[in-house]
């Protein structure tokens, strides 16, 4: 345990009954958290005095509050919902983070093996867990076609299909969802062999016989970019270096008039080129457009400008990409979906709510001008 968390726990203060009786299955966000003290010395909710414990976890002992049953991450200024080690427990603590269509998530997502590590959903700074609550609820409110028209400037014909991770996401069918067949067909020929982790589109929009459109989701984090060295590429793991990755997808399956061979464009963002690749060769396989968005935190990036994951890629997508196809790729935000198509759409109110007060590492999450939507 480190030195802060050990005298995080030399304070001894008592639990009031009111306290005990608080229901710990909550969510909570900006409306009662209050992160004080420059840390999280103790229970980041408003008003709690519980006595942190301990709990296990992959990083050692954490600190806990057995109160508002939450793990508490010292150094990163965060929070895990952990209702306990038993696993309908850790179900449980996931559901928690998960605001709308709980039931459906429940029993189609929720430690389905075709969707890598769902028990992180149920952390704080979760980018799955944000992508599920916006998406399955712009799914529901049916104003996915509305969203997909305004960002790529297309009269979408029909409400497209939404993928999540590559399954099929039918918010009124509680049978198992499918995977996308072209995204099993690209993996045959790009990831043949690759074991674990194959890649996995947070989100995919799909009109037959007009477009398709992968979405990279960020939250938090920033786009991963490629290593120098391939010393650690595996053969059965998708490569982290900037060979490895053109080597495992290469260009030269596409068609030739869709993409360039990429220049000496530095940085080289691996995800990005990864999910252009797919969804390049997914578009052509099915005979539509394709389109490309990278969506991200406004204020998470301007906290994180001066890293190369934080910064805007379109340069280095449009280096891949012949002049006529690069308005294919848009670099976008959660603010902007927010102000343009979330705050002033009636059906949306608890969604709005949702992003407006969204917190991530002590701080509110996203970069929003004006009052609560509510």
Not at 35 to 48: E, Y
Not at 88 to 110: C, G, P, V
Not at 239 to 263: A, D, H, M, W
Not at 269 to 294: C, H
Request: proline share 5%.
């Amino acid at each position: 345990m480190s030195s802060l968390s050990a005298r995080c726990f030399e304070k001894q203060q008592s639990i009031t009954n009111e306290t005990i009786q608080m229901i710990s299955d909550i969510y909570f966000d900006m409306r009662n958290l209050a992160f004080t003290n420059g840390g999280l010395c103790s229970c980041p909710v408003a008003g709690c005095t519980a006595t942190l414990e301990t709990v296990d976890s992959q990083w050692g002992k954490m600190p806990y509050c057995p109160v508002h049953r939450i793990r508490i991450h010292l150094n990163s200024k965060t929070f895990a919902y952990h209702n306990g080690p038993i696993k309908t427990s850790e179900q449980d603590a996931t559901l928690r983070n998960i605001l709308f269509e709980r039931d459906y998530f429940k029993a189609n997502i929720l430690d389905n093996s075709a969707k890598a590590e769902t028990h992180r959903m149920g952390h704080e700074t979760s980018e799955d867990a944000v992508t599920w609550n916006v998406f399955s609820k712009l799914a529901r409110e049916g104003l996915l076609s509305n969203v997909l028209s305004n960002l790529l400037n297309l009269d979408i014909k029909s409400e497209p299909e939404l993928y999540l991770w590559g399954l099929k996401i039918r918010l009124d069918d509680l049978s198992a969802p499918s995977q996308f067949p072209a995204l099993e067909n690209a993996r045959q020929v790009f990831e043949n062999n690759i074991t674990r982790f194959l890649t996995e589109p947070d989100i995919m929009l799909y009109v037959p016989g007009q477009i398709l459109v992968l979405i990279e989701a960020k939250f938090t984090s920033g786009n991963t970019v490629a290593l120098d060295s391939s010393a650690n590429d595996l053969k059965v793991e998708k490569p982290k270096s900037r060979g490895g990755i053109l080597k495992r997808y290469p260009l030269n399956i596409l068609p030739q008039e869709k993409v360039f061979v990429p220049t000496a464009s530095e940085p080289f963002y691996s995800q990005l080129y990864r999910n252009l690749v797919f969804a390049t060769y997914m578009a052509n396989m099915l005979g539509v457009k394709w389109g490309l968005i990278n969506l991200i935190s406004e204020e998470q990036f301007s906290k994180r400008k001066n890293k190369v994951e934080f910064q805007d890629p379109t340069q280095f997508i449009h280096s891949l990409l012949p002049e006529q196809f690069r308005d294919q790729f848009l670099f976008y935000s959660w603010e902007r979906l927010y102000n343009d198509h979330i705050v002033r759409e009636p059906s949306l109110s608890n969604l709005a709510e949702y992003i407006f007060n969204k917190s991530a590492n002590g701080a509110k999450a996203f970069k929003i001008n004006g009052n609560s939507p509510r």
